[in-house]
């Protein structure tokens, strides 16, 4: 079995286009294992950015206007999982899209790896929750 070069799914060895999204295959696709550790190199800079997004959105709040503040923090959630959706593409890439236990604990294996080499990597998540916890009190106060 090979995988497809643009969506990452399996695909039989014969197929000339993909199934799932229909891109051209090439006749030889060799899978291609995506760094994990390149996957998360931003993730300091992405929690910076997300906290001064997320303080930007508290004074927004309470001075100017509350959908703008609520608006900002939204936007501090999204951007403080990206290196978590860069992660999840990445096992995609590497033929982990799988739901069986071998996979999950893979995995639960490269992310706790990941967690102990890149500290910025676990507080990522802690920003993306303090943001959504924000939006939420924000639209409740609407």
Do not use: H
Request: proline share 1%; hydrophobic share 50%.
């Amino acid at each position: 079995m090979k995988f497809c070069e643009k969506c990452g799914k399996e695909i039989m060895d014969e197929a000339v286009i993909c199934p799932s999204c229909g891109c051209a295959v090439a006749k030889e696709i060799k899978k291609a294992e995506v760094s994990y550790e390149n996957c998360i190199t931003g993730a300091t800079t992405t929690n910076i950015i997300s906290a001064i997004i997320i303080v930007l959105g508290i004074v927004c709040w309470i001075l100017i206007n509350m959908w703008i503040g609520a608006i900002l923090c939204l936007a501090a959630e999204i951007i403080a999982l990206i290196p978590t959706s860069k992660v999840q593409k990445a096992f995609k890439q590497n033929g982990l899209n799988g739901n069986s236990k071998n996979i999950k604990a893979k995995k639960k294996e490269i992310i706790k790896d990941l967690k102990n080499k890149n500290r910025a990597y676990s507080f990522s998540k802690v920003l993306a929750v303090i943001a959504f916890v924000f939006l939420l009190v924000f639209i409740l106060f609407i």
